[in-house]
């Protein structure tokens, strides 16, 4: 009996660690494209402006794919759709790598962006319901801090892969990579009967899914709050996750290596971030006031990154660790709105917020591509647009500004105490 509960004990971490270990593979590949630019520019002959719109393919599936993805999770469990959400990222991947066509790589990006949709919500779901509630914040913020080790090898490491072996045979390799996961997520949640128990338990409360959603988007402090992380995640998605490692490279006269290994510092502040905020949140029982402190030392961090490229490239790379350490506090977004919140929208809380930000990067990645297009003074090296420091200046001025938004939106999310929060 005792080999019976330490054996479902341990699985229950295998399940976990399976959702983080695919989290951690789909911002790879969420990331990838910040440290191929040029390789993009140069295989499909685009400009800033279709590298930010080829990039957005991913957000175009991603994003409207996440209430779906919550409610069916909501209804169906994991297990059903988790294996073959890799398996769809994984050929995607492929499709990406071998494309000659413009049209081809943004199909291959789409694949990639709508199998990557139920990564997060999989991963809260699971640390929702086959953990203690207590833990919660923690756990997304630990399975979140292998996601940045992902996004952190998605530039400065994939930057010197991607220099040795070429974009195309890198991606690939990835994309085989998600081929084999999806196969063993199928057979190791074969072997747990949990979510099945979840099932049941949800099932009992005859709550139609799309009364799940009707419920979510009826409360004021789910859209605010919503808002209030996309605004806070858009130095993440816009600076780290595309656009920041070619800011460096120019504005700091430094290697494309070595900005792609500032991008990895500063996923690797979000990677150290992740559980700390969560421990101090769930510590704390207060979520609002975590996020705060979050936007704020992000912004005074970000500025003198953006502003005055003449400091020294070492603290660039502290300044850098820090703005991810304190955004992370992003992720309280998430354990917030499920406690905005009843039991049974636990997933569709998470993909619905998720869906909030992920319509702000598909604002948001294609207009900077687009600002600095519109301050480009025509210069052109080896068949490339070359962009001055100054025109990234203009086009990254919206990031402290998102920040300081954010930070007043929180003052209108009224929360109750996590402490409080029933789960029943």
């Not at 490491?157 to 996961?181: D, H, M, Q, T």
Request: net charge positive; with cysteine; glycine share 8%.
């Amino acid at each position: 009996m005792r080999w019976f509960i330490k054996s479902r004990v341990s699985l229950k971490w295998v399940i976990w660690g399976l959702c983080a270990i695919f989290y951690f593979y789909e911002f790879v590949l969420r990331v990838s494209p910040s440290v191929m630019i040029d390789d993009l520019m140069n295989s499909f002959g685009i400009t800033a402006s279709t590298v930010g719109l080829l990039t957005s393919f991913y957000l175009y599936s991603y994003g409207p794919l996440q209430v779906p993805v919550g409610m069916i999770m909501d209804h169906f469990g994991v297990k059903k759709v988790l294996s073959s959400a890799a398996i769809v990222c994984g050929l995607g991947a492929l499709v990406f790598a071998s494309s000659k066509y413009l049209a081809f790589a943004g199909l291959g990006r789409g694949l990639i962006g709508a199998g990557s949709s139920f990564a997060f919500i999989a991963m809260i779901y699971v640390s929702s319901n086959w953990f203690d509630q207590t833990k919660r914040a923690f756990l997304i913020g630990a399975a979140n801090s292998l996601a940045m080790l992902g996004a952190s090898a998605g530039n400065g490491p994939l930057a010197g892969f991607i220099k040795n072996f070429g974009w195309r045979e890198s991606i690939f390799v990835f994309g085989v990579f998600g081929i084999v996961l999806g196969i063993i997520i199928y057979f190791v949640f074969k072997m747990d009967k949990r979510d099945e128990t979840i099932e049941k338990k949800t099932a009992k409360l005859k709550i139609h899914v799309f009364e799940n959603i009707k419920l979510i988007i009826s409360k004021k402090s789910t859209w605010i709050n919503g808002v209030a992380a996309l605004l806070f995640y858009m130095t993440t998605t816009i600076f780290a996750g595309l656009w920041g490692a070619s800011f460096v490279q120019k504005a700091y006269s430094v290697s494309k290596e070595v900005a792609g290994y500032a991008m990895s510092i500063f996923f690797a502040g979000w990677l150290v971030g992740g559980p700390l905020m969560g421990f101090f949140s769930d510590l704390l029982g207060e979520r609002k006031i975590a996020i705060r402190i979050g936007v704020i030392g992000a912004l005074l961090c970000l500025v003198p990154v953006i502003y005055f490229p003449f400091i020294h490239i070492y603290i660039v790379y502290v300044l850098l660790f820090l703005v991810g350490l304190f955004s992370s506090a992003e992720l309280l977004s998430f354990s917030l709105a499920i406690e905005l919140n009843t039991f049974k929208a636990k997933a569709t809380a998470a993909a619905f917020t998720n869906f909030i930000i992920s319509m702000g990067d598909i604002i948001f990645q294609p207009l900077v591509g687009r600002l600095l297009d519109s301050n480009w003074n025509g210069s052109i090296v080896e068949g490339i647009r070359v962009y001055r420091v100054e025109d990234y200046q203009i086009a990254l001025s919206c990031l402290p500004m998102t920040l300081v938004l954010a930070f007043i939106l929180l003052f209108f999310v009224k929360e109750k105490s996590s402490k409080k929060v029933s789960v029943k």
